[in-house]
């Protein structure tokens, strides 16, 4: 629990490498995780060669963290092993299809996250990279993933320069309903999440970007509509041209 | 790490309760970790109440471990709560495309195998019960889920009537890629999936389904092209129903 409970995402890493073992040590952890079916629908890439990095880091935006992190593991949600093990044993794959799709990418993110605490658990530190699923068909390309995959998230992996602080998170009511959902209005919403906006990096967020409340920071700065919109329809695509029928 | 290799699923349960603070701590745990742009796009419907979970257990195919588990918790991806927070501050929120339902179900996942580590770290069992998606609709129903939210995944848990043994899984070379991604043969495929299928338990699994291979008993048996696209036709119509834009 305590290791859990004191988790925080590491931005800056030391230039030690993460030795194969230990990495093997950790994947393994991974491998341990339900997944649907014990099917084990996803594969796990590992990036630490330089150039294979240099290619990886225009698709994730640039961001310092991926640069500076020894390895970049990339989870991917994987029908293609389970495929091709159905085709040479007599049998016919139906994994094609939107509910696979989606059982796959649960089991790369249940794999990532034990990764990611086994990670921790050895000194090292996580950072998770939303990016990969912005820039799939990148991925795709980069990686050489075949049909039946789709990069879901990148965990940037490495010894922590520096521990920050513990991240802010909404008051546990927040987000536990009883039986029912509990729907939100402008008082629940605004108790919610007054710790938040009341933070001195909050604030200083608003001012840097002009923006009036940390909320338009996110819609109209990080997480906007247009963006959200090109990417959906990129990422639509790709789902599709990975042999994933979706309609 | 021992924790987290040591895990097994856990189908039987004794009938104590879980307390209300042990409930707490680890959903606690569970919001600590990482999600998207620390947006926390997800919500934990806790089902506790006899009726309550009658209503579910259908939902679930009747499994008995639904039926067995003292509490069934119900992740949830959620762009409700932010979007809300988001319009009582100014904001336009546009989170109702395929990105953002992407990134909240990745979210409500991490947080799910948070909850789970930190339910075995306390003695309790969990199992996954992947029928969520599969009836997603009637969940939406029986727990009131508003527009902007989808039922991800499901998580029965209690105390442990009994602690089977490991599961099987296909060796770590199976799952991890160097660099880039190597694509399967024939070979590598029979190697891989040798011990699986040369378990006692694979061979009384075929023989009970009358069934040439293992592999025959997942595509003909349990998880069917027939019922995939089924229930991937409902899910992608739930998804739309639910106010996200997926086109």
């Known amino acids: 629990m305590e290791l859990l409970n004191r988790h925080v995402t590491i931005r800056k890493f030391t230039p030690k ?10 994947i393994y952890s991974g491998t341990r995780a339900s997944t649907t079916g014990n099917m084990q629908l996803y594969s796990v890439v590992v990036s630490r060669d330089k150039k294979m990095k240099e290619k990886l880091l225009p698709l994730h935006f640039n961001q310092p963290v991926a640069k500076s992190a020894p390895v970049l593991l990339t989870f991917v949600a994987d ?29 790369a ?7 990611c605490i086994a990670a921790e658990n050895n000194g090292l530190g996580i ?36 521990i920050p ?6 008051p546990l009511e927040g987000i ?6 509990t729907n939100y209005d402008e008082v629940s919403i605004k108790k919610l999440y007054a710790f938040k906006e009341g933070l001195e990096s909050s604030k200083q967020f608003v001012q840097e970007n002009n923006m009036q409340t940390l909320a338009q920071v996110f819609t109209n700065v990080r997480y906007k509509q ?3 919109e090109f990417f959906s329809k990129k990422m639509l695509e790709t789902i599709k041209a990975q042999g994933f029928v979706i309609d």
């Not at 085709?87 to 989606?102: D, I, Q, R």
């Not at 993110?109 to 990764?115: C, D, E, S």
């Not at 536990?176 to 959902?181: A, I, R, S």
Request: glycine share 4%; charged share 20%; aromatic share 12%.
């Open 79 to 107: 029908f293609n092993r389970f495929s091709k093990w159905c085709e040479y044993n007599s049998a016919t794959p139906g994994y094609n299809n939107l509910l696979s799709f989606t059982n796959a990418l649960i089991d």
């Open 109 to 115: 993110v249940l794999v990532a996250q034990n990764v």
């Open 17 to 26: 490498e993460i030795s194969t073992d230990l990495l093997k040590n950790i």
């Open 226 to 228: 247009a963006d959200n």
């Open 176 to 181: 536990m309903h009883d039986e029912v959902y």
């Open 127 to 162: 950072c998770y990279l939303g990016t990969t699923a912005y820039n799939a068909k990148e991925h795709i390309d980069v990686l050489e993933l075949p049909k039946l995959t789709f990069p879901v998230t990148t965990v940037a992996i490495g010894y922590p320069e520096e």
């Open 165 to 170: 602080d513990l991240t802010d998170r909404i």
